[in-house]
Structures are given as C-alpha cells and as structure tokens.
C-alpha cells in the first residue's frame, strides 16, 4: 500500500505559478502510474494529470493541458505538478493518488490547497 503526502498549495494571483509535490512512501512506488485530481469548493473530484511508471507519457485533462506540466522523479519517490498561467477556476484541493488510466487507485492524501485570486 502506497501512502501519499502532498505538498505545495498556497494563494497565488491569476497568471501565477506553483509547483506542488507529492511525496510517496513504499518501494512499489515506481511500478505505479500516478496522477492528479483537484476538487474545487461544491464540486466532485476531477482528473487533472497522469504519468505513466517511466515518466514517459503523460496525459492531461483538456482544461490544463499546455499549462501544466506532471513529472516524476523514482528515486525519490515523488511525483510534481508544475502548475503554470494559473486561473481562478484552477483553485481547490489538489490530490495525487496511483491511477489506471484516469482513474484512482487506492487511497488518498490530505491533499494541498490551491486558491488562485486578486
């Protein structure tokens, strides 16, 4: 069982950037596709990214693609989410979790708290 911690979050402007973290625990970890869903205040939780066990290939949902960047690093256990011309419809609670696809696997963290406003 992987145990996830995220990190990150914090209050940035429209136009911002963050880079969040998420922290893994487990020697299984690199055999895991891994992705990131955020759930904004009154809404259901979404996919936002995933990347497959090599970091090779990535998806992303059509509403951060080309603004949000996923990526991994296996030796430390840790996956990234770098989060570029940030929005405020990108604010919420972003989670990563171990994915089939676009679907979580598993449990989830704590989560990191994203809030994009003026």
Known sequence: QVQLVES??????PGGSLRLSCAASGRTF???????????????????????????????????KGRFTISRDNAKNTV????????PEDTG????????????LGSWGQGTQVTVSS
């Open 8 to 13: 990150g979050g914090g209050l940035v402007q």
């Open 30 to 64: 690199s055999s895991y596709a891994m992705g990131w869903f955020r759930q904004a205040p009154g809404k259901g939780r979404e996919f936002v990214a995933a990347i497959n066990w090599s970091g090779v290939n990535m998806d992303y949902a059509d509403s951060v």
């Open 80 to 87: 990234y989410l770098q989060m570029n011309s940030l929005k």
């Open 93 to 104: 609670v972003y989670y990563c979790a171990a994915v089939n696809g676009r679907f979580p």
